[in-house]
């Protein structure tokens, strides 16, 4: 199993980013996948899922309205829309392999990529 995540960096409040995670070594269409953030100094927070179709997922009331999980099974890649972004969003943003996020071992989560939101 492999998750590579891209598209982090630094961000003005308000703006928006969009995080890509490259899937290999399993069958990406056959599993839920979610995103997990983790900010400095605190325990990892799940962001956010979406099920296997694409059709449906759940999001943590902190990002709902401002961040959207999709993916494309064609090509094994999930991605994260953020928008609206506020300090409060800086972290680690991880993508997992599985519907639960935090209940996921380590060994199917990407590295991470950093997301920095500041004036």
């Known amino acids: 199993v492999q998750l590579v995540e891209s598209g982090g960096g630094m961000v003005q409040p308000g703006g928006s980013l969009r995080l890509s995670c490259a899937a290999s070594g399993f069958t990406f269409s056959s599993y839920d996948m979610s995103w997990v953030r983790q900010a400095p100094g605190k325990g990892p927070e799940w962001v956010g899922n979406i099920y296997t179709d694409g059709t449906r997922g759940y999001y943590a009331d902190s990002v709902k309205g401002r961040f959207t999980i999709s993916r494309d099974n064609a090509n094994n890649m999930l991605y994260l829309q953020m928008d609206s972004l506020k300090p409060e969003d800086t972290a680690l943003y991880y993508c997992?392999?599985?519907?639960?996020?935090?209940?996921?071992?380590?060994?199917?989560w990407g590295q991470g990529t950093q997301v920095t939101v500041s004036s």
């Open positions: 997992v392999r599985g519907r639960n996020g935090l209940g996921i071992p380590r060994r199917y």
